[in-house]
Structure formats: structure tokens, C-alpha cells
């Protein structure tokens, strides 16, 4: 038996009729007799439409794939489920052909593809985002143009398919930008190659500068007989002074940023990406220059000596050793690297026990590094900001290093004098003459920022920074101290717990109940010598176990002296645009001082 499939749409007069056996006519239906393509195409639409209308009957065949498959698919749910995945997957695969065309013909026949010349070129030509990323990987510098500011990086890429985003405009910059000394001290212009000054630190009588007490009282000028015929006559001694010559070399700071030309065409209407890698710039050379005022030196840190290590019992609340260490070193570090580790110690560690490390103190050290050794591999146990430190248990020992052995950059020579080696006389004897330092500096307290701590200091200031007359009294009166919040943090509980002993009612009133701030907070200190206050600032930049306590003018009012600190600058920030050579906009910001 046959059946007849009447169609108008077939090939040839309206009507016209072929002729199907049934099997194949009840499988197939109309994909058993297809129409042609300009006639299928006219009924729809898009290409896409007509894709979608055709696959239900092409996936029909799936039935057929499997090993012993002799039936095509009749289930409508699953053949619209097989069509939907087909349609995605040609849709997906167009695409990625379209974008990598290069990939889609390298294993085509050279022969075929010399017969239609337009054809090959089209196809073999590299996409527009294959020639981008060609072009600045092979350029000077790619790499560092490609981690900057590129189009990838801020997020501007294509998408698949016509999905809207919602994206935000400007970039937003979520980041901190802290510059506590780069906003305290002036910035007078410099001229010249160095700053050049000469200053009198002691005069006869000011027990400063070397200059001890003076004892002015004589005799009565004429001399002993009482007659004046002798010439001259007997005059009083003369006064002493102690001068010094400054003479600091002004140092060149800078820094770079590059934009591409791909970021900045694809930023239109987002964001103005030259103005962005700009301000950017800015704000990192600002971060460069405080932790150059904070700890540059040109003078290396020196390299500890061996630590002292006590092993003991463990108390109640510390955690006993579990692993085997056998050796202790330590190193002194600042922002800018490391000192090598220093000769070891030995220790023989028992269960429930812990190791007590007493570090000699290195002028200038910000932190120490501590590392242990097990006879075969370096751990980095802690590194600290004070010199003493109890080691404890771990649950299991961190991951294994190689410990210095020399020094990576603690000092360097294009670097400018910071506030601490300044402080801590590690810059005097090389920028700095011999024995210029602060007035006072303690590297080795011992514990956290406390009351006494802060009064010893005070005093110690105002006082004389060793007791003897070689330094003699620097009457300081200190106006902040600086330091990081965990020790600031200290220094109010203990100020706090000082009063704890203090009786004292407090009253609320009903209508006051809802104005009631709970803690507690000490921000400013008074100096118990010259009863003026301190105010208490947290430096975000500053590691745990630093303070600074900083005058800003000199109490004298004929020092000739207006800034107690100053970043002299012969030349202060500028920006320079660099002419384009290739596919880059590129900035710098340059500071002389």
C-alpha cells in the first residue's frame, strides 16, 4: 500500500503529488519531503526560525544512533528538549568559528580552498579580537601593557548573546589611600642638587650639643693691684658653641602607569580611562612617598645576633610545642626587605613546652622575623615588633622557606631619610653627621605601648635622652603620637584600667537613656612634664610594636627654625605625558626631595 503526500509548496506546479511508502511518510512526515531551500527559506523569518522549525524532525533520527536502534524518536517532550540543545549548540559553535575562523580551516584541503580564493581569504583572515591580542604580544613591553590598564581588566569584553548588563559608571575605586606625614609636614621648594644647612645645636650653658653648665662669675675686671696702666685688662672667658653642616642630597622619585589604546577607545561613554590611570598614578606615587618618609635610608639595617632562647613549661594559657625545633634565627626587617637571618640558636624542646625569644634590638628595625629549623627544612614562625616574643605550638607547621642569607634591600642609596632612621640615628654617619638622632629612642621596651612606657618617654625628652651631658636635655615637648591601632588600642586599656580603682556613681536620667555610647577611648594624652596634650594618631602604615612621638615646631621662638619636619622639594609633583611610539598613552609622576 502506498500514500500520497499532496503539497503546493513541492518542487514544480502547485499540487503536485509524490508518492511515499507509509512507513516512511508516518516516521518523517514532511522532512520526507523537503522543499527547497529558497522556497523553505521564504517562510520564515530569520535563519534562526528556520532552524528552529526544522530540527524537531532532524533530531527525530536520534532513535536510530544507538547500537540495535531501529525506531526514530516520537516522544514530542524529548524531541523538543534534543532540538533546543541542538539549536543552542549550532548557535555556540558558529559563534566560536566566527571568532577563531583561523582554527575552523587549518584542516581544510589547500586544494579546495585555492579553487575559491575570496572564500579562503575571508575565512583564514584573523578576527579583530585575534589581531589585538597579536599585536601587543608581540610589542615591547605586551606584558605590562596587558596587566594595566586594558579593556579585559576593567571588564569591557563581549558577551554572549543579547543579554544587558548593568554596569556602573565610574569605576569605583575602593581602596586606601593613607598619607599621614605626606599631609602633616610643609614642603618648602629646594634648589640645586642638595639641601645644604648649618645649625648650632649647643651653645655654652645649654647642655646640648656637648656643651656642658657655665659658670660665668670673675673677679672685678681691673686687675689684682687695682691699677689700670696694664693693658688689657683681664676679661671673662669666652663662650663656646657646637656647630654642624647638613648637607642632604635631594633624591628623584617616580612611577609609571600606560593605558591602551584598546581601554581608552573602549572606555567612551564608561569612563575616562587617561584621566583614571592618572589619578591612580597620583595616588600610588602619594603611597610610595609616605613609606619613604616613614622608613627610607640609604644605610642598610644591621643583621641580628644569635637570639636568646629560654624553653620552659607551658602555662595555662599557651599552647605546648608538638613538632620537633631544633634551631632558632632571627631577622631584622623594614617595609623594603629584610636583613639576613642571624647566626642560630640551639634548643631542645619537650612536650608541653614553649620557647621564650629575647632578640637584640637593630637601629632602625621596624619587625623581626623569627625562624625556626627542624634539622632540614626553615619555617617563618612570626615576625614582630617587639623583642620579645614566646613561640608556641602549632597544629601543624606552615609551609617551608629559605631564610636570608643576605640583605634585600633593607637600605638602598637613591632612597631619601625617613622619620625612623632619622629618629633612630641609623642615618647618622652617612647622610647625617655623627650623632644626629632624636632625642630619645628606645629599641628595646619590652612590652606593648603602656602608661609608663609613654612617661618614660615624655621624660625622657624633656630630661636628657641618656642622662649625661653628651646629649644633654632636649626640653622637647612632643605634640602627637603616632603608632599603629592594636598599639594605640593597649595604650587606652591600660590608661583606662589605670582608673579602675576610682569610685563613681552614674546617673541616667530616663530622657537620656536613649543617648547612652557604651566603650571607651582615649585620644588625647597629657604630658605630666609641660602639662600640654598629645593627641593620639593611628598611622594605618605602621607596624605593630612602633611609635613616634613628633614635634612640629621647636618650643624656642628665635630657632630660625619654622618646621620641625619638612620635605624640601626642587622640584615637587609633576606629571609628564610621554610622546605615543606604539599602541600606549604613557604617564609618569616625578618628585625631586
Not at 20 to 28: C, E, H, S
Not at 257 to 284: K, P, R, T, V
Not at 445 to 450: A, C, D, T
Amino acid at each position: 500500500m502506498a500514500t500520497t503526500i499532496t503539497e503546493n509548496t513541492l518542487e514544480g506546479a502547485p499540487g503536485a503529488t509524490q508518492t511515499l511508502d507509509p512507513v516512511t511518510a508516518q516516521r518523517y512526515g514532511a522532512a520526507a519531503n523537503p522543499l527547497p531551500a529558497a522556497q523553505d527559506a521564504s517562510r520564515h523569518g530569520t535563519a534562526g526560525a528556520m532552524i528552529k522549525g526544522r530540527l524537531p524532525d532532524l533530531v527525530k533520527g536520534a532513535g536510530l544512533a544507538p547500537q540495535g536502534g531501529n525506531t526514530v524518536l516520537s516522544d514530542q517532550g524529548d524531541i523538543l528538549a534534543r532540538s533546543a540543545e541542538a539549536a543552542l549548540a549550532l548557535r555556540m559553535e558558529t559563534r566560536a568559528g566566527y571568532q577563531g575562523k583561523s582554527n575552523v580551516v587549518k584542516g581544510w584541503s589547500p586544494d579546495f580552498l585555492n579553487q575559491f580564493g575570496a572564500f579562503r581569504t575571508a575565512l583564514e583572515a584573523p578576527s579583530i579580537q585575534e589581531q589585538v591580542a597579536s599585536a601587543f604580544g608581540a610589542m615591547p613591553g605586551g606584558a605590562d601593557v596587558a596587566k594595566s590598564f586594558t579593556a579585559g581588566n576593567l571588564g569591557i569584553g563581549s558577551i554572549y548573546g543579547l543579554t544587558p548588563f548593568n554596569l556602573l559608571a565610574p569605576s569605583r575605586l575602593i581602596y586606601p589611600v593613607y598619607t599621614v606625614y605626606r599631609n602633616k609636614f610643609a614642603r618648602p621648594a629646594g634648589q640645586g642638587a642638595s639641601l645644604i644647612e648649618r645649625l648650632i645645636t649647643g651653645v655654652s650653658g645649654s647642655q646640648t650639643g656637648g656643651q656642658g653648665v657655665l659658670d660665668i662669675s670673675i673677679p672685678e675686671l681691673v686687675t689684682q693691684g687695682g691699677s689700670f696702666t696694664s693693658w688689657p685688662l683681664n676679661l671673662p672667658s669666652a663662650g663656646s658653641q657646637t656647630v654642624v653642616t647638613l648637607n642632604v642630597p635631594y633624591r628623584f622619585f617616580g612611577i609609571t602607569e600606560q593605558l591602551s589604546w584598546l581601554a581608552q577607545f573602549a572606555g567612551q561613554g564608561y569612563e575616562d580611562l587617561s584621566a583614571l590611570a592618572n589619578l591612580i598614578m597620583l595616588q600610588e606615587a602619594m603611597l610610595g612617598e609616605e613609606y619613604q618618609m616613614i622608613a627610607g635610608s640609604a644605610t642598610s639595617l644591621s643583621t641580628p645576633s644569635a637570639p636568646t632562647c629560654t624553653v620552659r613549661a607551658a602555662q595555662s594559657n599557651e599552647t605546648a610545642f608538638n613538632t620537633t625545633i631544633t634551631t632558632i634565627k632571627v631577622a631584622a626587617v623594614n617595609y623594603f626587605g629584610s636583613t639576613a637571618v642571624s647566626s642560630t640558636t640551639s634548643v631542645t624542646i619537650s612536650a608541653s613546652q614553649v620557647v621564650d625569644v629575647t632578640i637584640t634590638p637593630v637601629t632602625g628595625a621596624m619587625q623581626y622575623a623569627i625562624y625556626g629549623n627542624d634539622g632540614t627544612h626553615d619555617y617563618l614562625f612570626a615576625t614582630v615588633g617587639g623583642v620579645k616574643y614566646t613561640l608556641q605550638g602549632f597544629s601543624t607547621l606552615p609551609a617551608f622557606v629559605t631564610a636570608p642569607t643576605t640583605d634585600s634591600g633593607t637600605g638602598k642609596g637613591t632612597r631619601m631619610e625617613g622619620v625612623v632612621p632619622v629618629l633612630s640615628g641609623l642615618s647618622q654617619g652617612g647622610v647625617y653627621p655623627s650623632g644626629w638622632q632624636g632625642g630619645y629612642y628606645n629599641n628595646n621596651v619590652g612590652l606593648h605601648l603602656n602608661y609608663n612606657t609613654v612617661y618614660t618617654t615624655l621624660k625622657a625628652l624633656w630630661d636628657s635622652a641618656t642622662g649625661s651631658t653628651t646629649n644633654g636635655p632636649f626640653k622637647a615637648d612632643p605634640a602627637e603620637i603616632i603608632s599603629s591601632g592594636s598599639d594605640l588600642t593597649n595604650l587606652s586599656q591600660d590608661v583606662i584600667s589605670q582608673g579602675t580603682a576610682t569610685n563613681y556613681e552614674l546617673f541616667i536620667t530616663q530622657g537620656d537613656v536613649g543617648n547612652v555610647t557604651v566603650g571607651a577611648a582615649v585620644s588625647q594624652f597629657q604630658n605630666p612634664l609641660t602639662r600640654s596634650l598629645l593627641k593620639l594618631v593611628v598611622h594605618p602604615w605602621y607596624p605593630q610594636g612602633n611609635a613616634t612621638f613628633l614635634s612640629y615646631q621647636l618650643p624656642q621662638t628665635y630657632t630660625n627654625v619654622a618646621n620641625a619636619w619638612e620635605m624640601s622639594c626642587v622640584q615637587d609633583y609633576v606629571s609628564i605625558a610621554w610622546p605615543v611610539i606604539d599602541a600606549t598613552f604613557r604617564s609618569d609622576f616625578a618628585l625631586a626631595a
